[in-house]
């Protein structure tokens, strides 16, 4: 841990400029500052306080620190934090938590998630989450992006405010220079924290900030202004796509927001239609907190799922665990949902409750009704299993067919037929969850019917909303 200190020198005008000028801090509820205790969130603390003290911002001012344990010093660093906000009268929380690495993420990436969600979780309404984010961070993630095959949306770089949580995240700093920072810090006396894995070339973003950007700065001296301009660019470019796509979605989406209309989509143009599924998965994926499908995914998303025969059943998955997502087809719709676990194993209900079965698939009851039911004084309990394959059904006055053959006619998406509760009395079938009732098993008489209803939220992928039959 390094503490630097120095005489007073001048430029803290242009800095403090940057925190008046933002209209975001007049209607805030409170301000939070993201504290790690290094140069830059320390300069914006200070930035933030001495507004405060001057009564250009009327909002309660308090600083979080994210402790990942990451480092031997982390202890350290977070006591010094808290030493900083005490010295200026700032309320201040620690938060401790570790960081486990995310397959297919980085390091550095999945401690970027951990503190996002600590943020947010620790806005309360109305708040402003403020990042010390600079001019040269933003040439960095740019570039970095660039490396990474990144589209226009990656090329914006890092947004100046953005929504998060309950409130909002600001990046206040973000037309300031690292040396601006610097300077300010020396001027005020400021102490601080250098990490010294900021050091570490083993890291890309290190590597490129540390060996990369000097000698492109110094062959091209207007690097960081034109990197930022391309951002900006980008940043507009992006809007454009997504306004295009959210026009293209209105008119293709399907009878749920999880469906697209496979006729329509492939009349537009090859670019819109790449433009609008890929706004339409990541929206989906955002909503239900699924993982984000790659650039690899929504090429072959096209080349695996749109492209497939008439005939087909394409799959195509990404992520894991609670995150894992698929995208299948089925007559003419593209289908967007959570991957779908195994079917549970053969359980006993007891009708006169309902029964609970495990997550997706719901909850199953009987309710009294007029009309088609089943009687319920034959049936004290159940046995609910799912399709083994080879099932056999009657219904009154139809002839006798399989069940994958009546569920298919029905336009019962595949990946659905082996997931349906199927209800039996003894190794008798008596219905197929609230789709058909079995020969024999109609009530007669009026008042002494139930309907079976099948509750499942987290399963609606097409599923018909009545009996079949």
Known sequence: ????????????????????????????????????????????????????????????????????????????????????????????EAVRSPVVP?????????????????????????????????????????????????????????????????????????????????????????????????ADPRFDRNFLRNAVLPLMAERWPGLAGAVTRTAMLSAEAAELCDELAAGDLRSIVGPRPHQLELARLQSLSDVRQRNVVRHWLQGFCSQNSLASPTHEVLARSFTEVVAARPDAEPLLAWGEDDAAAELRRHRGYLHAMKRLPPPPEPLRWSTGMPCILPRPYGELALRPCEGRGIPRERVPALRVCFRNGGE????????????????????????????????????ELVAVADLLICDGWLAEGAGSSCRIVWSHPDLDCGYPPHLLI
């Open 1 to 92: 841990m390094a503490r630097r200190r120095a005489p007073e020198a001048g430029g803290a005008a242009r800095l403090s400029g940057l925190i008046e000028a933002c209209p975001e801090f007049q209607q805030a509820s409170g301000i939070v500052v993201a504290l790690s205790g290094g140069l830059d969130s320390t300069v914006l603390l200070h930035l933030l306080h001495d507004a405060c003290a001057r009564q250009v911002i009327d909002a309660p001012l308090r600083a979080v620190h994210v402790n990942h344990v990451l480092q031997l010093d982390a202890d350290s660093w977070q006591e010094h934090c808290r030493a900083v906000c005490a010295s200026l009268g700032i309320e201040f």
């Open 102 to 198: 995310v397959r297919g993420e980085s390091l550095e990436e999945s401690a970027r998630d951990v503190r996002h969600a600590v943020f947010e979780n620790a806005l309360s309404s109305g708040e402003v989450l403020t990042l010390a984010q600079h001019r040269d961070d933003q040439v960095e993630t740019v570039l970095f992006r660039l490396l990474r095959g990144s589209g226009v949306a990656g090329l914006a770089g890092m947004p100046r405010i953005r929504s998060c949580g309950r409130g909002t995240m600001l990046r206040p700093l973000l037309d300031a220079g690292r040396s601006e920072l610097h300077a300010y810090a020396l001027a005020h006396r400021l102490s601080w924290i250098d990490d010294g894995s900021n």
């Open 392 to 427: 056999i059904v009657k219904v009154a006055g139809r002839p006798t067919r399989p069940l994958k053959k009546i569920l298919q006619d029905a336009g019962v998406p595949p990946w659905l037929r082996e997931r349906i509760p199927l209800l039996y009395a003894g190794d």
